[in-house]
């Protein structure tokens, strides 16, 4: 499968939820992945990576409805690079994750 994305993390801050003139939604979100390797020392290093979050339509709606800053979500999508022309006329380039679904992991009562 070409340009397949599969994240697990947490939201760094609140979605960005637009509703268009069509009435069509827009959610927006920061995605903090976590990751620890084990150094020379023995001793645990972490790295963080952000990623934006793009969702359209009823999976905006779900967005809207579901997440709040620091939720854990899974997200299936796909790579999309854009890029603009800023004010100095440099191009910049930058990427976001389309969702095409995500999960919420409900946690087991024991």
Same mark, same amino acid.
């Given at each position: 499968m070409n340009n397949y994305v599969?994240? !697990? =993390?947490?939201?760094?801050?609140?979605p960005t939820i637009k509703?268009?003139?069509?009435g069509n939604k827009l $959610?927006?979100?920061?995605?903090?992945?976590?990751?620890?390797k084990t150094?020379? !020392? =023995?001793?645990k290093d972490f790295n963080t990576q952000w990623h934006t979050i793009v969702a359209w339509g009823d999976l $905006?709606?779900?967005?809207e409805r579901l997440l709040h800053k620091g939720t854990q979500v899974k997200i299936d999508g796909k790579i999309l690079n854009r890029s603009y022309t800023n004010k100095k006329g440099?191009?910049?380039t930058y990427s976001e994750?389309?969702?095409?679904?995500?999960?919420i992991p409900v946690k087991q009562s024991s």
């Open positions: 599969h994240l !697990n =993390g947490r939201l760094g801050a609140e509703e268009l003139e069509n $959610a927006k979100f920061s995605l903090a992945i976590n990751t620890a150094n020379a !020392n =023995g001793e $905006a709606a779900l967005a440099e191009t910049k994750i389309v969702a095409s679904d995500l999960f």
